[in-house]
């Protein structure tokens, strides 16, 4: 079954380009020019990803994206022509997946689409091989429970925790290399198979977020710590089941 893109922008000319182009990849591609008809095609037929557009007209793709990220756990991929890196930071704090600044290179965004894919389908039970069972093994650490096969996170008090799929896969990583050390470049090659531009941020954004989520004290974090001149230490013990 082809896996199901809403392209979200008011630029006609883009969405037939895009439409085009991903569908040539075996893609199931649609197109709506704003935040209206947006919620309008979802209600029809759900998707598997949303490539959406900053600049709409109406809500803006913020907003969108904040909306998307509250009622869905669908992929979305920011595709824009603001290219500051505190566009880029806001877009993942409402909880995208992945930014992408216009002008881009078509075959850069098809590789992003199905990275951010292959991270939502990790979810189904087949997804992990059955001759590395640890990989599905539940984590503990501090009365936390991550489980890597469902791609749930429950508090100590066992009430779920809603991640992104990029906070989700941030936290495996750090709870399956506890007391270790890593970087940038290490976190974003477990989780986006890519290395840590010099201006992506987008590692520290999302332990920001991570941080808010499962610290007692964000402003003082006793879970996931600083290395400075590093990157990050998740210091709890982990045990798995």
């Known amino acids: 079954m082809a896996e199901r893109l809403l392209v979200v922008d008011d630029e006609e000319d883009i969405r037939e380009l895009l439409a085009d182009y991903l569908s040539g990849y075996g893609?199931?591609?649609?197109?709506?020019?704003?935040?209206?008809q947006m919620r309008a095609a979802l209600e029809e037929s759900p998707c598997d990803l949303v490539l959406l557009d900053l600049g709409l007209p109406g809500e803006d793709g913020l907003t969108l994206a904040r909306e998307l990220r509250a009622n869905s756990s669908l992929g979305i991929i920011i595709v824009t022509g603001r290219g500051q890196p505190v566009d880029r930071i806001?877009?993942?704090?409402?909880?995208?997946?992945?930014?992408?600044?216009?002008?881009?290179?078509?075959?850069?965004?098809?590789?992003?689409?199905?990275?951010?894919?292959?991270?939502?389908?990790?979810?189904a039970p087949a997804a992990a091989p059955a001759a590395e069972p640890a990989d599905d093994a539940r984590l503990r650490f501090d009365g936390w429970t991550l489980d890597p096969a469902a791609r749930s996170l429950h508090r100590p008090d066992r009430q779920p925790v809603s991640?992104?799929?990029?906070?989700?896969?941030?936290?495996?990583?750090?709870?399956?290399?506890?007391?270790?050390?890593?970087?940038?470049?290490?976190?974003?090659?477990?989780?986006?198979?890519?290395?840590?531009?010099?201006?992506?941020?987008?590692?520290?954004?999302?332990?920001?977020?991570?941080?808010?989520?499962?610290?007692?004290?964000?402003?003082?974090?006793e879970m996931i710590k600083s290395v400075r001149g590093v990157g990050y230490i998740f210091a709890p013990r982990v045990c798995q089941e």
């Open 90 to 123: 806001i877009g993942l704090e409402v909880g995208a997946d992945d930014y992408i600044a216009k002008p881009f290179e078509l075959r850069e965004l098809v590789a992003r689409v199905r990275s951010v894919l292959r991270r939502i389908h990790a979810a």
């Open 27 to 36: 893609f199931e591609v649609r197109t709506v020019g704003n935040g209206r």
């Open 163 to 221: 991640l992104t799929t990029g906070e989700f896969d941030l936290l495996t990583a750090f709870a399956r290399n506890p007391n270790r050390a890593l970087s940038r470049d290490e976190l974003m090659d477990m989780i986006h198979h890519r290395e840590a531009g010099p201006y992506d941020r987008s590692i520290d954004v999302q332990v920001g977020r991570l941080r808010r989520k499962i610290e007692r004290d964000p402003a003082r974090p």
